[in-house]
């Protein structure tokens, strides 16, 4: 692997832990704790060694210390010991549902600049004829999934507050209050990370795009920008937007870790050759990270075509 390949693939590691965190965005009966404890620490730590990600971030001065801002702000809102979000107790990992617009705030902005840093690296490799090829294919995998769990939880989200907002509205015999108010702010903030999702991504192929016209008809929907289909009501449309993304992601998921554990594999083994000079997780110095063991069929995402949801 190319030194221009290795750096792409710590950052598409880091772009996959910052990703997994929208976990904590669907409701699940229990959360794995070490793999917490693993997110938690691997949110960090690459701006605590002198890895790619924090040596690119050091050389842009302008958008490098943003950035850094952004991710030591999702650190300490989201995993920082202080967290109301995700809390460590005696019976697991605690999740509050009601802050989900927290993690969005973090996630959805670090992920598109690392993805951002990524397409420069990769076009500079291919000016200086190096072969990206596994890489590149990586990334654009980690994007379809990326996309599709961004999809899946905000659609989500956007889902159960337009029925809070109808029902506040219902509750005041139609008139606006300060609650409806306070919820419709929240729906707008979805409506505008989904926005974005279409936005700044790069996937054109059919099946990723048809997946994506249903979810801003869903908004149309919702909005009143477009009628609902004959015979259907909101609960018809609802169900089949999120049996389609659930279905998208149960077929993108495979496909990324088909790609990634080898990848990943491959570059924890040139580190473990070099003395350990590029890591996943940035561990320089250090012991190197531990190859991944591909998951069969059972481990991965299973999708609950009722609920939109991974099964718990």
């Known amino acids: 692997m190319n030194q221009i ?5 710590t950052l598409i590691h880091y772009k996959v832990v910052v990703r997994d ?3 904590y965005c669907l409701q699940k009966d229990t959360y794995d704790v070490n793999l917490f404890k693993e997110k938690k620490r691997s949110v960090l730590v690459e701006l605590e060694q002198p890895t790619p990600l924090k040596n690119i971030i050091d050389h842009s001065p302008e958008s490098g210390p943003k950035l850094e801002k952004t991710i030591r702000d999702f650190y300490d809102e989201v995993y920082g010991d202080n967290s109301t979000i995700l809390k460590l107790a005696d019976d697991g990992l605690r999740v ?4 989900h617009l927290a993690i969005y705030k973090g996630v959805l902005p670090i992920h598109e600049n690392v993805e951002a840093m990524i397409i420069g690296i990769l076009n500079d490799g291919k000016k200086q004829n190096l072969d990206v090829t596994t890489v590149e294919q990586c990334d654009k995998a980690e994007e379809k999934l990326y996309r599709g769990v961004a999809y899946m939880t905000l659609v989500n989200d956007l889902v159960k507050l337009f029925g809070d907002y109808n029902q506040a509205r219902q509750e005041a015999k139609g008139e606006e209050t300060a609650a409806s108010r306070f919820i419709g702010n929240d729906i707008q903030t979805i409506i505008g990370n989904i926005a974005g999702i279409r936005q700044n991504s790069r996937i054109t192929d059919n099946v990723y795009m048809a997946m994506q016209d249903s979810v801003f008809m869903l908004v149309d929907y919702m909005t009143g ?13 609802i169900k089949a937007t999120q049996s389609e993304i659930a279905e998208y992601v149960k077929v993108v998921e495979p496909e990324f870790r088909a790609i990634y554990v080898p990848m990943v594999n491959e570059l924890v083994a040139d580190a473990q050759k070099n003395g350990n000079k590029i890591v996943p997780d940035g561990q320089k ?5 531990q190859p991944i063991e591909p998951q069969d069929g059972t481990d991965a995402v299973e999708i609950d075509p009722k609920t939109g949801l991974p099964k718990a």
């Open 285 to 289: 110095g250090q012991a190197a990270a």
């Open 21 to 23: 965190t929208m976990e």
């Open 5 to 9: 390949s290795e750096v792409v693939a």
């Open 225 to 237: 920008h477009r009628d609902l289909p004959a015979g259907k009501n909101f609960g018809d449309v």
């Open 96 to 99: 509050d549902h009601a802050q």
